[in-house]
Structure formats: C-alpha cells, structure tokens
Nanobody, 117 residues
C-alpha cells in the first residue's frame, strides 16, 4: 500500500519561505498525478496545487499563484511545494495526495505551516 509522508512545515515569519516535501512509498508513484491541499483552523480543506505524472502540467489556486511552486522528482518518489512570500493566511495543515484514474486514493497525515505576522 502506498504511503505518503509530508515534511518541511514549521513556523516562519510573514514574507518567509518553506519547502514542503511529500515522500511516497510504492512503485507506482511516477504513474500518478499528485497535489497539495491545505486546511486552516475552522475551515474546509482547499486545493493548493496539482502536478501531472511527469510534471508537465501544473495548476494552482489563485491565492498562491506566483508564490508557490509544485514540482516532483519521480526518481525519488517525492513531490515538493516551494512556498515563498508566505502570508499569515497561508497558515494551515498541508496535505499531499495521490490521484489515480479512480480519483484521490491516498492522503498523507499533513505538515503544519504557521506564518506569523
């Protein structure tokens, strides 16, 4: 069974940067699109960014366009989310996921990003 493990979260001042990582086990990583959601306290889980199986296509929520960059390294079975120019409203637990042709079938446990003003 595929497992996703996020890392890289932490406390950062507004304007700072963090690089989140999501390491996947299993041999089918390179076949699937991946992405990141986030959930702020008291709010619903929102889609942040997606990336196709080969990295050739990416999409971002309007709120993070120009500040966040999603990428992947299939040789390392890892997807990344570079977060720059962080704002207090970016504070949330960030979850990575795997999407197959059947839909999202795997979630990580999340990594907390806290942005102080």
């Amino acid at each position: 069974q595929v497992q996703l493990v996020e890392s890289g979260g932490g406390l950062v001042q507004a304007g700072g940067s963090l690089r989140l990582s999501c390491a996947a086990s299993g041999r089918t990583f390179s076949r699937n699109s991946m992405g990141w959601f986030r959930q702020a306290p008291g709010k619903e889980r929102d889609l942040v960014a997606t990336i196709s199986w080969n990295g050739g296509s990416t999409n971002y929520a309007d709120s993070v366009k120009g500040r966040f960059t999603i990428s992947r390294d299939n040789a390392k079975s890892t997807v990344y989310l570079q977060t720059n120019s962080l704002k207090p409203e970016d504070t949330a637990v960030y979850y990575c996921y795997r999407r197959t042709t059947q839909g999202i079938d795997q979630w990580g446990k999340g990594t907390l990003v806290t942005v102080s003003s």
